[in-house]
């Protein structure tokens, strides 16, 4: 019927699979470039000193040219007290000539200095990347660092082996009977031939898998409607704003468990197919 568990996880699926598409690829595009020192560019110290001098430069400009101005204005308020009554003809258009240059040389010079503090905001941000990037370079020369590199080419390799996988099971209209851990474990040992317990310990390693990838997943999630959540909400926005990441994070949890029977053995597969449902 309409109202069957089926039907409504169905439905809520649709919306929370293409959720996850979406933050799985920039998730897939951004943790690598975050996390594996191959992305890294090359800053050493004389390029920091040298951009943090243009900006010192920079912000010596505009403090004189500010100065400059402040004089301007202080000069003009005198000359106004001495010459607040101008005498005869002659006195009117000097007063009106002099007032107009010193107008139009003051609108030059603080449009150069809004061109300058545009130029100062540009050089800080480039200065607050480079030093974040030598953070990452040195933190990736650390152990934590050297893990989480080799994690990256790792996740890099599963995902792209997922996406082949995925787009074959798609054109052939099939399902995949065994898990990736397992298959993976099956391979390993006939290929080199070892005693190994297949069924116990990919049992173990799929729920471990399993269990980093809901955790790291809707960690991201969280982080990024977080950082939305700051960008958009309001006072008076903020309740339906809150109700609607609630309804995403539902959502997504629903289609994160129907996504995450693939990885799991046909068994534990099973029980979770008959609690939602065949879809």
């Known amino acids: 019927g309409i109202l069957s568990i089926e039907q409504l996880i169905s439905r809520v699926g649709v919306i929370g699979v293409t ?8 998730g897939a595009v951004n943790c690598p470039y975050t996390y594996m020192s191959y992305f890294l560019r090359n800053v050493t110290d004389a390029d920091i000193l040298a951009l943090e001098r243009r ?4 912000m010596d400009m505009i403090v004189s040219k500010k100065k400059r101005i402040a004089v301007a204005h202080r000069t003009m308020f005198q000359r106004g007290e001495v010459n607040n009554k101008p005498t005869g003809f002659w006195g009117m258009i000097k007063s009106v000539t002099t007032s107009v240059s010193g107008s139009e040389n003051l609108s030059l010079i603080q449009q150069e200095v809004d061109a300058l503090e545009e130029l100062s905001r540009q050089l800080f941000l480039e200065t607050a990347d480079l030093h974040a990037t030598k953070e990452r370079i040195e933190y990736s020369k650390t152990f934590q660092g050297k ?15 997922k996406i082949f996988m995925a787009t074959i099971n798609i054109v052939f209209d099939r399902v995949g009977k065994t898990d990736p851990v397992t298959r993976g474990i099956e391979i390993t040992v006939n290929y080199l031939g070892i005693q190994f317990d297949v069924k116990f310990w990919s049992q173990h390693i799929s729920f471990i898998l399993v269990g980093i990838i809901i955790v790291t997943s809707i960690r991201g999630l969280l982080i990024t409607l977080t950082k939305f959540f700051y960008a958009i909400s309001s006072s008076k926005s903020s309740n339906v704003i809150v109700l609607l990441l609630a309804q995403i994070m539902g959502m997504y949890f629903v289609s994160s468990v129907l996504l995450i029977r693939m990885s799991m053995p046909l068994e ?12």
């Open 268 to 279: 534990y597969r099973t029980i979770i197919t008959e609690v939602l449902g065949e879809l």
């Open 55 to 58: 900006l010192l430069q920079t």
């Open 147 to 161: 893990y989480f590199n080799f994690l990256g080419y790792f996740f890099s390799i599963y995902c792209v082996w």
């Open 19 to 26: 959720l996850m598409a979406l933050l799985s690829g920039f």
